[in-house]
Structure formats: structure tokens, C-alpha cells
């Protein structure tokens, strides 16, 4: 079992700058798979970004390419998503994923994760 744990949202103006943080606990806390998702309201929930166990591979979302950025750091079990040029149309809720099946890939689908936080709000203002 991996918990997660969001933090770093809030409300932001457009073309300002956030970071969320997943801190992952739990068995196998280091040697997962990662990504982000978001959900915004009356959407379904879609992909971010994703990363690999050893951060060497790293795959976005084609809305947030050049401006959000994944990383993580294994000693402290945790996943970044810095957001940089925040758009409003990124509010949303965003939430971190887990999975310790394929911990060299970047997977992009909902179905691929195992394990999922509660989501941290974030809303971006014009």
C-alpha cells in the first residue's frame, strides 16, 4: 500500500507560478511509476504529467508542455509538478498518481495507477 499526500495548491493569477508536492509513504515508496492528473469542474479527469522511478523519463500533456514541469526526489519520497505561465483554464483539481508495476515508464492513462491522493485545489485567476 503507497499513501499519497497533495500539497502546494491554491489560487494563483494567470501567468504566475505554483509547485505541488506528492509525498509518497508506504511500501516500495521509492520504486513507483508517477503522474499527475487534474480535474476540472464538470470534466473528466485527464493527464499531466508523468515521470519514472529514476526521473529520467518524463512525458506531458501537449496543453502543458513548456510550462509545467515534473520531478521527484526519492531520499524524500516526493513528486513536484512545478507550474509556471498558470493559464485559468488550469484550474482545476489536481491529483497524484502511483503505480509500482512499471516503475521505468511514463504512463499517461487513469487506468495505470494503483494509487491516488485526495487532490489539491488549484485556481488560476484572470
Known amino acids: 500500500q503507497v499513501l499519497l499526500v497533495e500539497s502546494g495548491g491554491g489560487l494563483a493569477q494567470a501567468g504566475g507560478s505554483l509547485r505541488l508536492s506528492c509525498a509518497a509513504s508506504?511500501?516500495?515508496?521509492?520504486?513507483?511509476?508517477a503522474g499527475w492528473f487534474r480535474q476540472a469542474p464538470g470534466k473528466e479527469r485527464e493527464f499531466v504529467a508523468a515521470?519514472?522511478?529514476?526521473?529520467?523519463?518524463?512525458n506531458y500533456a501537449d496543453s502543458v508542455k513548456g510550462r509545467f514541469t515534473i520531478s521527484r526526489d526519492n531520499a524524500k519520497n516526493t513528486v513536484y509538478l512545478q507550474m509556471n505561465s498558470l493559464k485559468p483554464e488550469d484550474t482545476a483539481v489536481y491529483y497524484c498518481?502511483?503505480?509500482?508495476?512499471?516503475?521505468?515508464?511514463?504512463?499517461?492513462?487513469?487506468?495505470?495507477?494503483?494509487?491516488w491522493g485526495q487532490g489539491t485545489q488549484v485556481t488560476v485567476s484572470s
Open positions: 498518481a502511483a503505480d509500482p508495476t512499471y516503475p521505468w515508464a511514463t504512463m499517461t492513462r487513469i487506468s495505470d495507477y494503483t494509487y
Open positions: 508506504g511500501r516500495t515508496a521509492s520504486t513507483y511509476a
Open positions: 515521470i519514472s522511478w529514476s526521473g529520467g523519463s518524463t
